[in-house]
């Protein structure tokens, strides 16, 4: 049976959802250690330990893995990689910015964002902005795989028993340090793992109005809220809205597209999701080929219309 | 001090990729190819640092096809100095070409790499880590602003949740964000002034790279095509679906 490292995404304190279903994937190709990196992360290396499939925690407790720099966790990475025959992690913006440098340092390729894991070295992968599926095997000694979030189900966070294992930190590598980060505050939930969203699009003309139409509807669902790449790049929402390719990619339950056309881009980021609602005045738009359930018409009277009704 | 800029030739991000029957990939044949639009991204950056007089010269790197040439041109009617075209028939993994820029690297010592965050064809989002991993350099990935401070590079990083700010000693590797500028148009008389710039050919030989893939593609099929919706007439409709659903 393989021996698979994870590297779990946390805030020194908790586990952060993404890394649940990275565990999922983990445990269809072996027997499952958990990776908690990070200074004073305690609290987070406990949570770890409770998720149902982790066999052992490993925890690298050290002031050099604060916010998970590159140049810092990939060489205690590669060094741990010696026991183990693949190393996983989520396919988010800290998995994506670790991860290649691991596979350098180890000298295979990585196998990016997987959708399913098809046999102990074959994957399926979206190229192409999810207009193709590819199916690889892999011909390297090691294994190295991003998992895509919305592929896999979430491992249980809680059920789980394993032993928490110091490991010793490699030294800083001096080439890169922290200055600050400015994280979005928001009581909804995030968008990566909301059951519903709300998304809007350039047609929202600017960001008083997104907030006017879109919030208040999002609210009444308790929805997440999302935008198209227009919408963020005309300044109506910050960027870590941004769904599609080379935004965040969701799988909601019920994902509402307002004044979004649909452009393969987007839809890379969204057609995943159970069931698509989509109200756009343009009768041909491309959103509608993908929605399960579409209105046309002008979302400035049809979007408050359906908040007050719901 | 010098940059060094790599760009690919990929399907232009306008195109609908259609899946050839036989399941061995997505055809190419008689599409229309353009610069990957992430490094556009970054050569309009290398080109804005040389403007503020940071940086010296820019170099443009591709790794590809013959027909890359016509991206090496762009980049040069954009404001690059010169390119360098290492000629590979067959698709190279982004670790063969993390490898060949490294060697390139080593060669031309630039101050700053800057590579687009990932090409739009497969999606991986490894090259420029694993550039900076072999090179043993700091990295600033998805960078949505960049300012060069003496010695170092303030990076302020695209992440999920927000943005977070790095300081990197250089030289570093910088991969591009959506947000990092806007890209200039290349003007007719700069793409003329591009036809007479040096374009070096190497081979991946000439950096000791085996491009040998490690992943072998088994198949590749069209996703799951999502059953055809309905349109409902207005919002009451909508409520009632909504309702049907369980969401209201």
Redesign the interface.
């Known amino acids: 049976m393989s021996k698979v490292l994870v590297l779990v995404e946390h805030d020194n304190a908790s586990v952060k959802d993404a890394t649940l279903a990275a565990v999922t994937a983990a445990s269809q190709l072996g027997e499952v250690t958990a990776l908690v990196a990070g200074a004073s992360c305690d609290a987070a290396a406990q949570a770890a330990a409770q998720i149902a499939g982790v066999a052992k925690v490993l925890k690298a407790d050290d002031a050099a893995y604060a916010n998970a720099l590159a140049e810092n966790v990939a060489p205690l990475v590669a060094g741990l990689m010696a026991d183990y025959d693949a190393f996983v992690a989520p396919a988010t913006t800290t998995g994506k910015n670790i991860a290649p440098r691991v596979a350098a340092l180890l000298d295979v390729m990585q196998v990016s964002e997987i959708l399913s894991v098809e046999g102990p070295k074959t994957f399926t992968r979206p190229i192409y902005a999810g207009n193709a599926i590819a199916t690889v095997e892999s011909s390297d000694a090691k294994l190295v795989i991003t998992v895509r979030g919305t592929a896999f189900a979430k491992a249980e966070a809680t059920g789980g028993s394993a032993s928490v294992e110091d490991v010793t930190a490699t030294a800083d590598s001096g080439l890169s340090t922290f200055v600050s980060a400015e994280i979005a505050k928001s009581e909804r939930p995030e968008l990566t793992s909301a059951k519903i969203i709300v998304s809007g699009g350039r047609a929202l003309k600017d960001a008083a109005t997104f907030e006017a139409i879109i919030t208040p509807l999002a609210d009444k669902l308790g929805a997440g809220i999302g935008a198209s790449r227009a919408a963020v790049d005309a300044g109506f929402v910050p960027n870590d809205y941004q769904v599609g390719q080379t935004g965040k990619i969701v799988a909601p339950e019920v994902y509402i597209a307002v004044g979004i056309s649909g452009a393969i881009q987007h839809l890379a980021g969204m057609k995943d999701s159970k069931t698509i609602i989509a109200i756009n005045k343009d009768d041909d738009a491309p959103i509608f080929q993908v929605a399960d359930i579409g209105l046309v018409g002008d979302l400035f009277t049809l979007v408050p219309e359906l908040t007050g009704k719901l | 001090m010098k940059a060094l800029v790599c760009v690919k030739r990929v ?1 232009d ?2 195109v ?2 259609r ?1 050839k029957a036989d399941g061995s990939g ?1 055809d190419l044949a008689n599409v229309k190819m353009s610069m990957n639009p992430f490094d556009e991204i970054a050569i309009e950056e290398a080109i804005r640092l040389k403007e503020k007089g940071v940086v010296t010269e820019i170099v443009a790197v591709s790794v590809g096809v013959a027909k890359s040439q016509e991206t090496l041109r762009t980049a040069l009617a954009m404001g690059a100095d010169r390119a360098v075209l290492v000629l590979c028939e067959d698709e190279v ?3 063969a070409v ?1 490898k060949i820029i490294a060697g390139l690297a080593n060669e031309e010592a630039p101050g700053l790499i800057i590579t687009g ?2 090409a ?15 090179l ?4 600033g ?2 960078a ?1 602003e960049i300012s060069v401070e003496g010695d170092a590079i ?1 990076v302020k ?13 250089l030289p570093a590797v910088v991969t591009t ?3 990092l500028n806007e890209p200039r148009y290349a003007s007719l008389p700069n793409i003329m002034k591009a036809k007479s710039k040096p374009l070096a050919n190497k081979t991946p030989a000439d950096y000791g790279v085996d491009v040998a ?11 799951p095509v ?1 059953s055809a ?4 007439a ?3 409709a ?2 009632a ?2 309702k049907e ?1 369980g ?2």
Do not use: C, H, W
């Open positions: 399907i991000y306008n609908k990729p899946v997505v993994e982004p670790l993390a965050k990932q739009i064809d497969d999606d991986s989002n490894q090259v420029g880590q694993m550039v900076a991993a072999l043993g350099r700091p990295q990935t998805f949505n303030v990083r695209e992440i999920d949740g927000g943005l977070q700010t790095v300081r990197l000693a964000d959506l947000r893939p490690r992943l072998k593609t088994i198949k590749v099929i069209e996703p999502r919706g309905i349109k409902v207005d919002v009451d909508l409520v679906k909504l659903m969401v209201a």
